[in-house]
C-alpha cells in the first residue's frame, strides 16, 4: 500500500470516555459527563417537535444545499446566502479549508495548546506546522505575525480558546488582521461564540467585507446541544465560499440536522437561558478556585480549566472512579490541569465536592511523606 508517510505517524482523534463505558468498568449506576464541552440544558423543545414532524424520508437523500438551513441562518447572521458553506460539524469545515489550501511546500500557523485538529489535518495534507505557544492562555497573536511568511496558506484562531478558554478581542483582533497578508486565509473558529459575555469580544460576522481573507466557522454542536447531529457552518467572502465548495462532500449535512439546526437557531430564547446558566455555573467553579488557592482561567466558554498543580490524570481518575468524566490535561498539554465542562448547578455541586475531596486525600499524602 502506498500510504501517505503522514497517516502512518498519527495517531486518530481520542475521544473521551463514554458513559457506558465507565459504568461497566466501575459498576456504577450513576455518571454525570463534563468533557466534551456538551450542553448540559439539551437542546431547544423546537428542535424535538421539528424532527419528530420529518416523518419517515430516509430514503431520500439530505438538501445537498441545504436551502432551508442557509436561508435561516443568512437570516440570523445578515449575511448573504452565498457567503455560508456548511458541514458535518466544524471539524469538517477544518478539513475542507485544510484539504482546499494546504499542501507540501505551504505552512500554516497556530497556538499551542489548541484545537487538535488544526494541526492533525495540516499534517495529513503534508503542509509544515508553525505552532505559537499561547501566553498565559491567550494568542501570542505577535509571535503569530513572525511566523507567517510566503508560504503560510492558513492561519487558525480558536476564540474562544479550547482549552483555556480566552478570547481575542476587539483591538487585537483587528491590529492582527490589518497585518495579515491577503493571501493567508485566517480561520476565526468560534465554536462557543454564544457562550461569550464579554463587552470587547468582536462581531466577526460584520467584519467579513473589511478582510476579504477572513473565514468564520461556528457550529450547533455546543450552546445549541445537537452534538450527535453534526451541523457547522463557515462564514466568508463570497468568494472564499465558492473556491471550498468544490472540497465539500455531496449531501454533507443529513436531514435531520438540516431541521434541527434551523429550528435551533429560531429559538434565541432557549441560547440565552443556557447562557444564563453556564454563567452562574462558571461562577461556582471561580468561588471553588478562589477558595482552594487554585490557579485558573477566566473562561468565555462553556468550561474551565484548572491548575491542581499535580499530575493532571491522578484528578482524572480519582473523579473517574466516582462517577464523573473530565478531560485530564495531559492529552490537552496542560498536564497538570483538568478541564471541566460546566454542568448544571447540581452537577457543578457534586463535582467540586468531590475535587475538595481529591484535595485534602492529596494534602494529607504529601503530609504524611
Known amino acids: 500500500m502506498k500510504w501517505k508517510e503522514a497517516i502512518l505517524t498519527l495517531k486518530p482523534y481520542q475521544p473521551g ?12 449506576e450513576h455518571i454525570t459527563k463534563l468533557a466534551s464541552n456538551e450542553n448540559p440544558f439539551g437542546c431547544s423543545p423546537e428542535v424535538q417537535e421539528a424532527v419528530a414532524a420529518v416523518g419517515d424520508s430516509f430514503a431520500l437523500y439530505p438538501d445537498g444545499y441545504a436551502a432551508k438551513l442557509r436561508t435561516g441562518v443568512a437570516d440570523h447572521l445578515n449575511v448573504k446566502e452565498t457567503q455560508l458553506i456548511f458541514g458535518n460539524g466544524s471539524d469538517e469545515l477544518i478539513q475542507i479549508i485544510s484539504r482546499s489550501l494546504l499542501s507540501p511546500g505551504t505552512n500554516t500557523v ?22 505559537v505557544p499561547l501566553v498565559a492562555g491567550s494568542h501570542d497573536l505577535a509571535g503569530m505575525l513572525d511566523a507567517i511568511d510566503q508560504n503560510t496558506a492558513v492561519v487558525w484562531l480558536c ?19 490589518d497585518n495579515v497578508p491577503n493571501d493567508v486565509l485566517v480561520v476565526l473558529d468560534e465554536a462557543y461564540y454564544e457562550y461569550v459575555e464579554a463587552a470587547d469580544h468582536p462581531d466577526t460576522i460584520s467584519w467579513l467585507n473589511n478582510y476579504p481573507n477572513l473565514i468564520v466557522l461556528r457550529t450547533f454542536s455546543k450552546i445549541y446541544g445537537l452534538a450527535s447531529l453534526r451541523v457547522g457552518y463557515g462564514a466568508a467572502g463570497e468568494d472564499i465560499i465558492q473556491k471550498l465548495e468544490p472540497a465539500r462532500e455531496p449531501f454533507n449535512v443529513n436531514t435531520l440536522g438540516q431541521v434541527a439546526a434551523l429550528a435551533a437557531i429560531s429559538d434565541q430564547a432557549f441560547v440565552e437561558k443556557a447562557k444564563k446558566a453556564n454563567r452562574e455555573g462558571l461562577n461556582q467553579y471561580y468561588d471553588f478556585c478562589r477558595e482552594e488557592g487554585l490557579d485558573y482561567y477566566e473562561s468565555q466558554g462553556n468550561f474551565i480549566l484548572i491548575d491542581f498543580k499535580v499530575d493532571s490524570n491522578l484528578v482524572f481518575q480519582f473523579l473517574l472512579e466516582r462517577g464523573y468524566i473530565v478531560r485530564s490535561g495531559s492529552q490537552l498539554g496542560f498536564p ?20 475538595k475531596e481529591f484535595l485534602k486525600v492529596n494534602r494529607q499524602q504529601r503530609v504524611e511523606l
Not at 497556530?110 to 505552532?131: C, D, K, L, S, W
Request: aromatic content about 6%; charged content about 20%; cysteine-free.
Open 17 to 28: 470516555k463514554s458513559i457506558q463505558d465507565v459504568k461497566k468498568q466501575y459498576g456504577l
Open 110 to 131: 497556530m497556538a499551542t495548546p489548541t484545537f487538535p485538529q488544526y494541526r492533525h489535518n495540516a499534517v495529513i495534507e503534508g503542509a509544515e506546522v508553525r505552532e
Open 159 to 177: 476564540t474562544p480558546n479550547n482549552p483555556s478558554g480566552k478570547y481575542i478581542n476587539n483591538r487585537e483582533l483587528a491590529g492582527f488582521l
Open 336 to 355: 497538570t490541569s483538568v478541564r471541566v465542562t460546566v454542568g448544571s448547578k447540581e452537577q457543578n455541586a457534586g463535582i467540586i465536592e468531590l475535587m
